[in-house]
């Protein structure tokens, strides 16, 4: 799976049979969705609940949250098993910062992606690291980290 941030919101997600676009607009190959629901395409599942994406291809389960809350149990039991989370930081349009840290150690994904607009800074500083962007994100199932959480930062292609 190829994963290639489009800036703000939008990620674009490209899997061994569909291309899948995920953000302020959602397409599965080109199935426009507009509505909540469970879409399936050419291997590729699309479920779409209150302002969380989550996709399943490839054995891996991708969700994406722009302004997520702590979430209660209910939720998180639907979110069971997240391989990698794309979530909003840095707050204005974005999830807090502090409530973002918080959704990821509830979710504990393998692999976060962070979309944000300026204030990234405050996020890596409170997950301890310092890395350079890259242009996409190019993993498979084998490629998840085992032991600790990994985060990583993609430049916006436009």
């Known amino acids: 799976m190829i994963i290639t941030w489009q800036g703000k919101e ?78 909003g930081v840095g707050g204005g349009v974005f999830t807090e910062t502090k409530t973002a840290i918080e959704v990821i150690s509830q979710i504990d994904p393998k692999i976060v992606i962070p979309m944000y607009e300026e204030n990234l800074e405050s996020f890596t500083k409170e997950e301890g690291i310092n890395v350079e962007g890259q242009e996409q994100y190019k993993f498979t199932e084998t490629d ?3 032991e600790e959480r990994k985060v990583v930062i993609l430049n916006a292609s436009r």
């Open 144 to 146: 998840l980290p085992q």
């Open 10 to 87: 939008n990620f674009s997600l490209k899997t061994k049979n569909k291309q899948v676009k995920i953000g302020a607009e959602i397409c599965l190959g080109d199935l426009k969705i507009s509505t909540p629901g469970e879409y399936e395409s050419g291997g590729v599942q699309v479920e779409v609940i209150d302002g969380t994406i989550v996709l399943f291809s490839e054995k891996m389960t991708v969700a994406w949250m722009k302004k997520a809350r702590t979430l209660s149990d209910q939720e998180l039991e639907k979110l069971n098993g997240i391989d990698v989370l794309l979530i």
